[in-house]
């Protein structure tokens, strides 16, 4: 694969991201390190069952980030400085408001997930002060996904990484100090989060100022409410639905392998890495989608978008055949070096054929998703999701409605059938999409 100038930019945006996505588990590993020399498991579970809950809220609020990019990206190329600024602050605004309603109504909000969680009365203390202690740093965080999102959308992906590494750090540096020297526990992990959230938020600020250069975005209260709010809304509100189906999937495969018994649940968490893993690499490249497609949109030059979407999809063709051929060869190794339990590796080995496929059939869905948050066709990324999430609970509900036992490996089938159709009707519509010179 030769290098060529579209390649470069391509590694620019992607390898950054990557690095990005590399560094979270390795936040959720001292998390866990710490809270497990706290005296107690149950510091482990509360953790665990808190950490779950409050992704499944913020991951709600992905739309942020994708919306956010696209509309910033369109309005790069499109050369509009005034737009640039008024999609900053219209994200911010949406973030920091999303984020204090999370504070007023945290308790109503932590019923309903500890409800859906069904864990033990003995933990229900400890994730209650680690949930609401969490949730206090939510306009910060959330103010930091649109702040990433207007990076990429403005053709840089270096920023979003500073700000990654330096919130991780400090969150591990923090929470150990307060959790042990100044003796706070249990809480000074989730206090240390809270604070650097934060200190995050600042960093990120620095990182704009730095960007442009001390050239602050300028846009009056009047230009902020004034304009087509309607598409704002309405690309953000589908990728609000896109999310809340990606949940109800994720949360599927995990209830269907509980009621299999811990041995499936378990076999399933190690399965479910494959694919985060695989994800943090393609989410790279996914971006960069969005970020170049979404400039070349905005210039309206489609025959550049076009030549952009084919080299995505021959990286996205190397990266799908490497970690395919990675997965088959090495899934017992790699299921060893994530647990010692036999059953679980044996387990996992006996679903080799199901992880090597998941690199080939949810690449797609990965890099077409950063093709349509470019051109801000988020409807058909709703639509895609809605139709591989009816797919997905209907093979799944065969299991139960049928005499017929199948495992684990029906789960897997629907879960893989769901990531197929996602990019299936993507790849479909793409041509349809591209071929119409439409304004925005």
């Not at 500890?114 to 994730?127: H, L």
């Not at 590494?165 to 923090?174: D, E, F, R, V």
């Not at 953000?236 to 495969?253: A, D, H, K, W, Y």
Request: proline content about 3%; hydrophobic content about 55%.
């Amino acid at each position: 694969m030769l290098m060529r100038p579209l390649d470069r930019e391509i590694l620019r945006l992607s390898i950054p991201t990557i690095i990005s996505n590399i560094t979270v588990p390795l936040l959720g590993i001292c998390d866990t390190a710490i809270s497990g020399h706290l005296g107690s498991d149950l510091f482990l579970s509360a953790i665990a069952v808190a950490s779950v809950m409050l992704n499944v809220v913020f991951w709600i609020f992905g739309f942020l980030r994708g919306g956010t990019t696209g509309l910033t990206a369109n309005a790069l190329g499109a050369g509009d400085n005034a737009e640039i600024s008024k999609v900053f602050y219209r994200s911010l605004l949406i973030a920091f408001s999303a984020g204090f309603l999370l504070i007023v109504f945290q308790w109503p909000i932590f019923r309903l997930l500890w409800i859906i969680m069904g864990s033990g009365p003995e933990i229900e203390g400890y994730v209650a002060d680690y949930f609401t202690l969490r949730i206090w740093g939510a306009p910060a965080l959330l103010a930091i996904i649109a702040i990433s999102g207007w990076f990429v959308g403005m053709q840089t992906t270096f920023y979003p990484m500073v700000i990654a590494i330096a919130t991780n750090i400090i969150n591990i540096g923090l929470s150990y100090i307060l959790a042990f020297p100044l003796g706070y526990g249990f809480q000074g992990v989730a206090l240390g989060t809270l604070i650097a959230n934060w200190v995050g938020l600042l960093v990120a600020i620095l990182c704009i100022w730095w960007f442009r250069r001390g050239k602050p975005l300028r846009c009056s209260l009047r230009q902020l409410f004034h304009g087509n709010w309607w598409r704002y809304f309405s690309v953000n509100f589908n990728l609000f639905l896109r999310s809340f189906f990606i949940i109800c999937v994720t949360m599927g495969v995990t209830a269907a392998g509980a009621r299999l018994g811990n041995l499936t649940l378990a076999v399933n968490v190690i399965i479910m890495q494959f694919f985060q893993f695989f994800s943090f690499f393609m989410d790279g490249f996914a971006y960069s989608g969005e970020a170049m497609v979404g400039f070349r949109f905005g210039e309206r030059d489609f025959e550049k978008v076009r030549e952009c979407v084919r080299r995505l999809l021959q990286w996205t063709l190397a990266m799908t055949l490497t970690f395919s051929f990675l997965y088959f060869t090495g899934t017992g190794w790699v299921s060893s070096l994530l647990t010692d339990s036999d059953a679980v590796i044996a387990g996992v080995t006996d679903m080799t054929l199901w992880v090597a496929l998941i690199p080939v059939v949810s690449s797609w869905s990965f890099i077409y998703d950063g093709f349509y948050i470019g051109v801000t066709d988020t409807f058909r990324m709703m639509l895609s999701t809605l139709i591989g999430g009816v797919a997905f609970f209907a093979i799944l509900s065969y299991q139960y409605f049928s005499a017929a036992t199948f495992g684990n490996g029906l789960i897997w089938t629907a879960f893989l059938s769901y990531l197929t159709l996602r990019g299936a009707y993507l790849a479909f519509m793409w041509p349809k999409i591209i071929s119409r010179p439409y304004s925005r």
